[in-house]
């Protein structure tokens, strides 16, 4: 190692880092930048200092949300987490977020660390740290197809990493309900394998709930059968041509209540049963708890810190995310690919109260600049909706899906984020309006919204 | 009126937006009164008896892998109907699929189902964005000529010789085809193969329309179609244009 590259690197990241937040920013993506092209080499002398090493959490949909609730849940115990807490999650994100924990000198003060992780990301973190606690595999969605490619490569890639990097003393803990990710499980035959998943036939439907990507067996190449679908791909399945089926669950949530105002469900392992509950909505960020819950007890027995947290969580940014304005409630939910939006949706149409649906749709790089994926997407689910407006780069093109859900009252269209907003306080003739997100948009809006005073920059919340 | 929709191996070709083509074609016939069904059609179950529409979408590779034997062998039916003048929309995988050929790089070649006189060859550019094309002059298009889609295929196609096929369109933005020669898709009688989703017929109401006309012309061949109000449709498809200055 080149110490003084090094202390150079963190000093010049650290800096960054003031800079940004003076001016206003998050500084969550720009120190990592700077430091890693100052010292390349500046993520792995940093990581090798976290003795209990680094979990890393990756999937397509709900990476924020169980980095958080795993973060608060072992907040009493490591005070210092180093955790990309903005979800700024490629490699520069990381290096961001152990320069945050890090002196001057380039020494760590944490003792673990949590990393949201991209999907496109995770093979070239997994070969620069050289102590991973856990890795956490969470589901694997169609997600912007320009970006990532098709789910049979990314799930490819996954394992070839794994194979070349997975050390014998990391945790793997996989989502048994996802084909693919049993798939890479059954290849790796890793020892230290914990599936976690969802065991209440209630709760699922015998017919596919929305579109769906991995239904393939990987060994026959056959159609796989589904005894349940819970959300998309991911239930209980079998192939019928060979014996690649679910997993027996280590981690199981039986007992399942969901709803738009929350969920509750019992979390039964080998040792113990918890019950746990949630203000979070829909069956997706029970998934995410329950991906917490399964990583946290490999770490940690301290129950009541687990419930606690599970229980608190409000939410990440733009994850529901409720904002009063005057007399209106903004409920701002982040959409990027058609099965979290549309888990969304559903969750949503649950509300007992009537509500306008704003939609701000960019195609920036960021969001995905293929926006197919909006016809992938039930918005016919947003049927019961009393006004609509449609904002950002693609306006339009959310504007023609709508018409073509059915909804037939008129859309009200305006790319400019800033004025749309002002119609949307203005003309919705409801209490509640939902206003649904692309990344960057999400960004853009959180922006107007902070500088207008209605609530603090979202990397402090 | 009544139309068959043959939607061609959905559960596994059907990945970018597919599906809004048969949303976009099925909303349009019952805007005007004309009923619509869409039969799913996997592998090993056979076509509907009367088809008026297909559609074909794009899928991941290992499935377009296992559905081409079975492909094979529907493609002597496709084909006479096609000949006759059922319209036909193939996207992506599905257009590469109905075509002469395959070529991957380490793998032997890969027989289509030889409606569309086309051949395709693997290839390390990926060719992403969002995808312009003036239409072919055949279709007679009302209006504007454009056609706007995105694009995001790896693989090269080239026309072969054919009296009956030619380009859809000619390339304004993007790579078409195959990033050199400025064509994009295949039309062949009233089939239309290319690389055009986005999805392609919601934001092009005239191609929907065309391709939806001519099934209609296969109950009443005198048929033609009440117009619709495609404001919404026209903003989004003009946006595109704006962005990069078509006209």
């Known amino acids: 190692m080149n110490s003084f590259r090094f202390l150079l690197a963190v000093i010049a990241g650290k800096s960054a880092y003031l800079a940004s937040r003076l001016n206003g920013g998050a500084g969550a993506a720009l120190p990592g930048l700077v430091a890693e092209r100052v010292y390349p080499g500046v993520l792995e002398v940093l990581s090798q200092q976290c003795t209990g090493g680094s979990i890393v959490i990756c999937g397509t949909n709900g990476k924020t949300t169980t980095s958080r609730i795993l973060s608060e849940a072992l907040n009493p115990s490591h005070p210092n987490l ?20 890090s002196s001057w000198s380039g020494k760590l003060h944490a003792d673990l660390a949590i990393l949201e992780t991209d999907e496109a990301v995770l093979p070239h973190l997994l070969k620069r740290l050289s102590t991973v606690r856990a890795i956490v595999l969470h589901n694997l969605f169609r997600d912007q197809l320009d970006r990532y490619g098709e789910v049979d490569t990314i799930a490819r890639k996954w394992l070839e990493a794994l194979k070349a990097n997975l050390k014998p003393e990391t945790i793997l803990l996989i989502n048994a309900d996802d084909p693919s990710l049993a798939f890479i499980a059954r290849e790796l035959r890793h020892p230290h394998t914990v599936f976690y998943g969802l065991d209440d036939s209630d709760q699922g439907s015998k017919q596919p709930t929305s579109t769906l990507d991995a239904i393939l067996s990987p060994i026959s190449g056959k159609e796989l059968e589904y005894s349940t679908y819970y959300l998309s791909h991911l239930g209980d399945y ?3 041509s060979s014996d ?15 709803s738009e105002s929350g969920f509750s469900f019992e979390l039964h392992t080998s040792q113990q049963s918890l019950t746990l509950s949630s203000s979070l909505p829909g069956l997706y960020n029970l998934y995410n708890a329950l991906a917490a819950s399964a990583c946290f007890l490999e770490l940690s027995q301290d129950t009541a810190a687990l419930t606690k947290a599970v229980k608190n969580n409000s939410g990440a940014f733009g994850r529901f995310e409720k904002i009063q304005i005057d007399n209106k409630e903004l409920v701002l939910c982040l959409i990027k690919n058609p099965v979290g939006a549309t888990e969304v949706m559903r969750t949503l149409s649950t509300s007992q109260v009537p509500y306008g649906i704003a939609l701000l749709a960019n195609d920036n790089f960021a969001d995905g600049q293929d926006v197919s994926w909006y016809w992938d997407a039930q918005f016919e689910l947003l049927k019961d909706g009393k006004a609509f407006f449609c904002g950002g780069t693609r306006a339009e093109d959310m504007a023609v899906r709508l018409k073509y859900a059915g909804i037939t009252l008129p859309i009200v269209v305006e790319p400019d984020i800033a004025p749309l907003f002002d119609r949307i306080i203005s003309q919705t ?31 402090q919340e | 009126m009544h139309l068959t929709i043959a939607h061609l191996y959905p559960s596994t070709m059907s990945t970018y937006g597919d599906q809004g083509n048969v949303i976009c074609l099925r909303q349009r016939a019952e805007w005007r009164g004309i009923t619509v069904s869409v039969e799913p059609v996997e592998i090993g179950a056979p076509l509907p008896k009367q088809v008026h529409w297909y559609f074909f979408g794009g899928g991941q590779d290992a499935a377009q892998a296992a559905l081409a034997a079975d492909l094979r062998e529907k493609a002597t039916r496709i084909r006479e109907d096609v000949e006759s003048g059922t319209p036909l929309l193939a996207i992506c995988g599905g257009y590469q699929l109905l075509g002469e050929s395959y070529s991957p790089f380490d793998a032997p070649i890969i027989q289509g189902a030889g409606l569309f006189p086309i051949r395709t060859e693997a290839s390390h550019d990926r060719m992403i964005g969002n995808l312009i094309i003036s ?52 039309l062949y009688h009233n089939a239309i193969g290319c690389y055009l989703h986005g999805s392609l017929l919601p934001k ?17 061949p005198g048929f033609t179609l009440q117009p619709l109000d495609d404001t919404l449709e026209w903003q989004a498809h003009q946006a595109i244009l704006d962005r990069y200055h078509v006209s």
């Not at chain 1, 309006?433 to 902070?450: D, E, F, G, I, N």
């Open chain 1, 82 to 101: 180093v955790y990309n807490r903005s979800g700024s999650n490629l490699i520069r994100g990381h290096i961001a977020a152990f320069l945050e924990q």
């Open chain 1, 238 to 240: 079998k192939d019928s």
């Open chain 1, 244 to 258: 690649f089926r679910r997993p027996e669950l280590a981690v199981a949530a039986q007992k399942i209540a969901v």
């Open chain 1, 429 to 459: 003739p409801t209490q509640k309006v939902y206003v649904l997100t692309t990344y960057t948009a999400a960004m853009a809006l959180q922006k107007l919204l902070s500088d207008r005073g209605y609530k603090q920059p979202y990397w």
């Open chain 2, 135 to 186: 239409a072919n002059g055949e279709l007679q298009l009302p209006k504007e000529q454009t056609i706007v889609g995105f694009e995001n295929h790896s693989g090269k196609t080239y026309l072969l010789e054919d009296a009956a096929a030619s380009p859809l369109g000619q390339v304004r933005q993007g790579n078409g085809n195959n990033g050199a020669d400025n064509t994009e898709g295949c």
């Open chain 2, 204 to 220: 092009n109401p005239h191609l929907a329309d065309w391709l939806l006309e001519r099934a209609c012309r296969l109950i009443d």
